[in-house]
């Protein structure tokens, strides 16, 4: 019923910028948390960043002052502001939801995207 579907991901050179959408699609009437996290090949999926329903953030260090996250709530969307790229940054981000409340009295704990690649790359 509910789904989460990112965008905005593909090749950049180091430096540049990019900015990710998450759109839930679906009968929603409020959601709580709200993130990004990413993965690289071998590696584990590690948080990005968070937004609370009250749009208090929280960033993990290595990219704190790079990235922006925010919300529209109207929307039920999130985006990922990235700017000053690194080939660091080069994963799958995902989007992810937590409290997700549909109208009916519906509720979903948890909820991830597919992911959209991210390279960065000169």
């Known amino acids: 019923q509910v789904q989460l579907v990112e965008s905005g991901g593909g090749l950049v050179q180091p430096g540049g910028s990019l900015r990710l959408s998450c759109a839930a699609s679906g009968r929603i009437s409020r959601m709580n948390g709200m993130g990004w996290y990413r993965q690289a090949p071998g590696k584990e999926r590690e948080l990005v960043a968070t937004?609370?329903?009250?749009?208090?953030?929280n960033y993990a260090d290595f990219v704190q002052g790079r990235f922006i996250i925010s919300r529209d709530n109207a929307k039920n969307t999130v985006y990922l502001q990235m700017n000053n790229l690194k080939p660091e940054d080069t994963a799958v981000y995902y989007c992810?939801?937590?409290?997700?409340?549909?109208?009916?009295?519906?509720?979903?704990?948890?909820?991830w995207g597919q992911g959209t690649q991210v390279t960065v790359s000169s």
């Open positions: 937004i609370t329903s009250g749009e208090n953030t």
């Open positions: 992810n939801a937590d409290g997700l409340y549909t109208r009916g009295g519906g509720y979903v704990r948890r909820l």
